[in-house]
């Protein structure tokens, strides 16, 4: 996980479902990992939270990215033209 962060650089990393079940022991562990072997440069405005989406973050999210391809204004003027 330090090599995507180093690679990407996240403004954020977001546990969810079960792990978001094991309190902040789980992301106080993923922090000093990452820290641990990522560069200084990448972690220092890192955040490492739990999701807000409730039990099901993985199908929500999947949902919401589904919606918003279906309906971005490419797709909505692409399905207009069609008809």
Do not use: K
């Not at 990448?42 to 309906?71: F, K, N």
């Amino acid at each position: 996980m330090a090599l995507r962060v180093d690679l990407v650089n996240p403004a954020w990393i977001v546990t969810g479902g079960d792990l978001s079940d094991a309190g902040e022991r789980l992301p106080a562990g993923i922090r000093e990992t990452i820290r641990q072997g990522a560069t200084p440069l990448a972690t220092e405005r890192l955040s490492i939270v739990r999701t807000a989406r409730g039990e099901r973050p993985g199908p929500v999210g999947a949902a919401a990215a589904a919606l918003e391809d279906v309906l971005s204004p490419d797709a909505v003027d692409s399905a207009l033209n069609r008809r």
